[in-house]
């Protein structure tokens, strides 16, 4: 049996090192692609979350502004409302004065049978 010179040695030696880098290399190879394919999950996770909070921004600005809309219609009716109770404030103090259903009508533009309830009414109580 012939024995291996150094040079065989080294040689082989060389194949077993090459073969572990090579090994190793394809281990980090399947490793990095599998961190890759983590990592594309992920991101694809993320979007769709922002997609989601995007338009529920987008809801919520919405809803927003239909309260604001709301809410500045609500403030003009407070005063029509208030002028409405001045206007029947007066109509009933007219009609305490004496005032017939046509003088309400002509002079605070009150409905005839909201004027001619109110006359009535202070008919009944004098």
Do not use: Y
Not at 17 to 23: D, N, S, T
Not at 40 to 49: A, P, S, T, V, Y
Not at 115 to 126: C, N
């Amino acid at each position: 049996m012939p024995t291996l010179s150094l040079v065989h040695w080294l040689l082989m030696g060389n194949f077993v090192v090459l073969c572990g880098a090579a090994f190793f290399i394809i281990a980090l190879r399947r490793q990095q692609v599998r961190d890759t394919r983590d990592l594309e999950d992920k991101i694809l996770r993320l979007e769709q979350g922002q997609e989601a909070v995007t338009r529920s921004a987008v809801g919520l600005g919405r809803r927003i502004k239909q309260v604001e809309v709301r809410t500045a219609k609500a403030e003009k009716a407070v005063p029509l409302a208030q002028q409405q109770d001045n206007r029947f404030e007066q109509a009933s103090r007219l009609a305490g004065m004496g005032a017939t259903a046509e003088d309400l009508i002509d002079s605070l533009g009150v409905a005839r049978a909201e004027a001619e309830l109110l006359v009535s009414m202070r008919r009944q109580s004098a």
